[in-house]
C-alpha cells in the first residue's frame, strides 16, 4: 500500500489538498503591501527574512469572485523550481497520508486538471471527504516572478489597498504580524524560540505552545455527554473523529461571564490524547525568545497556579503562558476518551 503525504486545508467550505513535500512554512495572515498594476489574484508582497514573497489570493486564482480577506485567514508558503509564493487560505487542517489507491488524476477524472497549465491535478477520496488536488507547478510557475524587481526594504512604501479592507485594529494586528516575519529571521536562528498560539478566554490573552496544537477549528454542533463533570462541554464531530470539548476557565480562576454556545476550539494531540479545549477568539501566532518571558506575577490569578508558566508581552498587553499538556493530563482535568 502506497500513500502520499498532503497538506489539507479549506477555502470557501471546500477541501483542498496539496503535494506536503512543497510546503516549506504556515502562518497566520500578515499584513501585506500591494503592488500597483496587478490583478486581483495577487494579495500583495510580504517581506519574509529579507527576502519578497509574492501572495496570492487562491480563491480568485481558482476562479472564484474576490472576498475580504480575515484575521483567522492563513497563508501556505510554497516552494517549487526554486521559486516561493504565499497562498491566502481559510483554514489549515492538517497532515494527512492518502493511500494512493484513492487518489484519481486528471486523466481518469473528468473535468479535473484537463485545461493546459490547470490549477488541479485529480481528487483523492480521505473517509467521507473528496479532496481537491492543487498543482503547485502550476501555481507557482505562474506567479512567483510577480514584480521580482521590487526592493523587500520598499514593500511599505507602495500601494496600502491590502491593508485598506481592516479596521484599524485589526491593521495593528497585521503589521505585528508582518514585522514579526520580517524580523525573525533576521536572528537566522529558530532553534531558541518558542512558537506560542494567542488566543482570549473571557477578555484575557494567553499562549499554548504550539507543539502539541494540531488545528484550529469552528464548532458547528456540540453533542451533549450525560454525567460528566461541568468542565466537559460535550463531544462534536471533527472531520469522522469523535472529539471531547473541555472548558478549561475555572482551572484558571476564570468566572464566565456569560453562557453561550462555544463556537472555536483549539485541537490537541498529546499522545494519544486528543482533545478540543474551546476559546473566545483565535488572534495569532508569535515567536518568542526565552529571555522575553517572565514569572507570573502574585496579581496576575494565582501566583502558585501550576498551569501557568510565565507571561509575555504581546502588542501593547500581556499574555499568560499555560500548560495545557499539563492541565489536560493532570489533576481534575483529565480527559477520559471513552466517555
Known amino acids: 500500500m502506497n500513500h502520499e503525504s498532503y497538506l489539507l486545508f479549506t477555502l470557501d467550505g471546500l477541501h483542498y489538498g496539496l503535494a506536503a513535500g512543497v510546503v516549506q512554512e504556515i502562518f497566520f495572515l500578515p499584513g501585506l503591501t500591494s503592488v500597483p498594476e496587478s490583478g486581483p489574484e495577487v494579495a500583495g508582497v510580504l517581506n519574509l527574512r529579507g527576502q519578497l514573497l509574492p501572495v496570492l489570493n487562491l480563491r480568485v486564482c481558482l476562479g472564484k469572485p474576490r472576498r475580504p480577506n480575515t484575521l483567522n485567514q492563513a497563508v501556505i508558503l510554497v516552494k517549487y523550481d526554486d521559486y516561493r509564493l504565499g497562498l491566502v487560505v481559510d483554514d489549515i487542517q492538517n497532515v494527512e497520508e492518502i493511500d494512493t489507491a484513492n487518489i484519481s488524476s486528471g486523466l481518469d477524472t473528468p473535468y479535473i486538471g484537463k485545461a493546459e497549465r490547470s490549477m488541479t491535478t485529480g481528487l483523492a477520496k480521505l473517509g467521507s471527504q473528496i479532496i481537491i488536488l492543487l498543482n503547485p507547478e502550476t501555481l507557482v510557475h505562474g506567479y512567483a516572478a510577480i514584480h521580482e524587481e521590487v526592493n523587500p526594504a520598499e514593500v511599505n512604501s507602495l500601494d496600502n489597498t491590502f491593508m485598506a479592507q481592516f479596521s484599524p485594529e485589526a491593521?495593528?494586528?497585521?503589521?505585528?504580524?508582518a514585522a514579526g516575519l520580517a524580523q525573525?529571521?533576521?536572528?537566522?536562528?529558530f532553534s531558541g524560540l518558542s512558537a506560542l498560539a494567542v488566543v482570549s478566554l473571557e477578555g484575557e490573552q494567553f499562549a499554548l505552545g504550539l507543539e502539541s496544537v494540531h488545528e484550529f477549528t469552528e464548532v458547528p454542533q456540540i453533542t451533549p455527554i450525560p454525567c460528566c463533570p461541568s468542565h466537559i462541554v460535550g463531544n462534536m464531530n471533527l472531520r469522522?473523529?469523535?472529539?471531547?470539548?473541555?472548558?478549561?476557565?475555572?482551572?484558571?480562576?476564570?468566572?464566565?461571564?456569560?453562557?453561550?454556545?462555544?463556537?472555536?476550539?483549539?485541537?490537541?494531540?498529546?499522545?494519544?490524547?486528543?482533545?478540543?479545549?474551546?476559546?473566545?477568539?483565535v488572534y495569532d501566532v508569535v515567536y518568542v525568545q526565552p529571555t522575553e518571558i517572565a514569572s507570573i506575577p502574585a496579581a496576575i490569578h494565582s501566583s502558585d497556579n501550576e498551569y501557568l508558566k510565565g507571561i509575555a508581552r504581546y502588542q501593547d498587553s500581556m499574555m499568560s503562558l499555560l500548560d495545557l499538556p499539563k492541565l489536560l493530563t493532570q489533576g481534575e482535568l483529565v480527559v477520559n476518551q471513552s466517555g
Open 171 to 177: 491593521q495593528m494586528v497585521l503589521q505585528d504580524r
Open 184 to 189: 525573525v529571521a533576521e536572528d537566522e536562528n
Open 240 to 281: 469522522g473523529e469523535i472529539l471531547t470539548l473541555v472548558d478549561i476557565r475555572r482551572f484558571l480562576n476564570l468566572a464566565p461571564s456569560a453562557e453561550r454556545k462555544p463556537d472555536k476550539a483549539v485541537v490537541m494531540r498529546l499522545g494519544s490524547l486528543v482533545a478540543g479545549v474551546v476559546v473566545d477568539e
